[in-house]
């Protein structure tokens, strides 16, 4: 693989080039999707450049905001699950190996940083996607989740490892406590 902007040559999923320093668009490899312009009322939490907006080719389209410098992406409310699942498999299986392996690139990796939401600029609450993906997602409670630029690539090979089922358990715990035993979430 080459880099984006200086063609100089790339390993394994590199997210930078070591050559000229520039971001590599990783999350959106074999992913169908449309850019659809700019929103320039919302920046992004990451850089302030304004957001633009694609639309993933889904039934139905999904469409979310995404910065064109860091490659970050900000997700309303239940469009990331919608995404994983439309990208997988119904099968769910654990590749106890893979996840092995992803927890300890995790905790290689640099510390929280908190920023606002693209929407209303509050705080926004950092979030371990489905309690063990080891992807330290950005939460604003009403309006979505922001992913930095090559966090929907680790959140959709977790998921591909059996991370949807560990997703679904969690979930189902979660309402429980919520609502107590015997009520369940609609599917």
Not at 15 to 28: A, E, H, S
Not at 62 to 67: A, G, L, P, Q, T
Not at 169 to 183: C, D, H, I, P, T
Request: charged fraction near 20%.
């Amino acid at each position: 693989m080459k880099c984006i902007n200086c063609g100089g040559p790339l390993e394994g999923a590199m997210t930078f080039c070591p050559f000229c320093g520039v971001r590599q668009d990783i999350d959106l490899r074999q992913v169908n999707f449309r850019d659809l312009g700019t929103n320039a009322s919302m920046p992004c939490p990451q850089c302030a450049t304004p957001l633009g907006v694609i639309e993933f080719n889904t039934d139905p389209a999904i469409s979310v905001e995404r910065c064109p410098d860091c490659k970050g992406m900000f997700f309303n409310p239940g469009e990331l699950e919608a995404l994983l699942d439309s990208q997988t498999n119904s099968l769910v299986w654990l590749d106890s190996e893979q996840l092995k392996q992803l927890d300890q690139e995790v905790l290689e990796s640099s510390g929280v940083v908190y920023r606002k939401c693209p929407v209303c600029s509050e705080r926004m609450s950092p979030l371990n996607f489905g309690g063990h993906s080891g992807v330290i997602i950005d939460r604003c409670g009403p309006h979505g989740f922001w992913l930095d630029g090559g966090e929907l690539r680790r959140i959709k090979e977790w998921w591909w490892a059996g991370g949807k089922l560990i997703y679904q358990q969690n979930e189902e715990k979660r309402a429980e406590m919520l609502y107590g035993s015997g009520v369940r979430p609609l599917s």
